[in-house]
T-cell receptor, first 114, second 113 residues
Framework: AQSVTQPDIHITVSEGASLELRCNYS??????LFWYVQSPGQGLQLLLK??????LVQGIKGFEAEFKRSQSSFNLRKPSVHWSDAAEYFC????????????FGTGTRLTIIP | GAGVSQTPSNKVTEKGKYVELRCDPI?????LYWYRQSLGQGPEFLIY????????DSGLPNDRFFAVRPEGSVSTLKIQRTERGDSAVYLC???????????FGNGTRLTVT
């Protein structure tokens, strides 16, 4: 069965510092990987996705993620965080065909300090 | 343009009651998904519609849960004999054909007292 592990429940970083959120997945075939962001009271917004090709993918809001098959990881990065990046971040994995029946991790809550 | 709309935004009900949660997808989106997000957890897949038919309902927890999409647009998630464990945020998402991304609504927060 597919699964996603986000080992960090809560991360605090200073504004302007770099960020890396970890994601490890378990999937029996070539995965389709996503990062979503959820602000309080808001729906999930897609930051970026990986399907195939270049393993370094660029997303919105200055985020990027790198797919590493050997490590079963898809970590999210941002070189310099802004106060508005404070939110809950979810990694998800899905089948590489047909539909978006996704399996989500438990999320990482990001706090930004001035 | 308009996004995915979910009503009500909040619903409080007593244990044992019946509830309906509504989802209005983005116009033209053929695929519609329901997910459930419990406190401190990521969303969990419930059911997926392609057009009017449920293509995959493997995530529905038991037969108290049912969803319909009679005209291939609006969908209703129905929960019978609600239990306190059903308390969660119910998320709806829609997408166009192919591998287009999911667009999520803001969810309905269901509280069963």
């Amino acid at each position: 069965a597919q699964s996603v592990t986000q080992p960090d429940i809560h991360i605090t970083v200073s504004e302007g510092a770099s960020l890396e959120l970890r994601c490890n997945y378990s999937y029996g075939a070539t995965p389709y990987l996503f990062w979503y962001v959820q602000s309080p009271g808001q729906g999930l917004q897609l930051l970026l996705k990986y399907f195939s090709g270049d393993t370094l993918v660029q997303g919105i809001k200055g985020f990027e993620a790198e797919f590493k098959r050997s490590q079963s990881s898809f970590n999210l990065r941002k070189p310099s965080v802004h106060w508005s990046d404070a939110a809950e971040y979810f990694c998800a994995v899905g089948p590489n065909f047909g539909n978006e029946k996704l399996t989500f991790g438990t999320g990482t809550r990001l706090t930004i300090i001035p | 343009g308009a996004g995915v709309s979910q009503t009500p935004s909040n619903k409080v009900t007593e244990k044992g009651k019946y509830v309906e949660l509504r989802c209005d997808p983005i116009s033209g989106h053929t695929a519609l998904y329901w997910y459930r997000q419990s406190l401190g957890q990521g969303p969990e897949f419930l059911i997926y519609f392609q057009g009017t038919g449920a293509a995959d309902d493997s995530g529905l927890p038991n037969d108290r849960f049912f969803a319909v999409r009679p005209e291939g647009s609006v969908s209703t998630l129905k929960i019978q004999r609600t239990e306190r464990g059903d308390s969660a945020v119910y998320l709806c998402a829609s997408s166009a054909l192919g591998r287009s991304p999911l667009h999520f609504g803001n969810g309905t927060r269901l509280t069963v007292t």
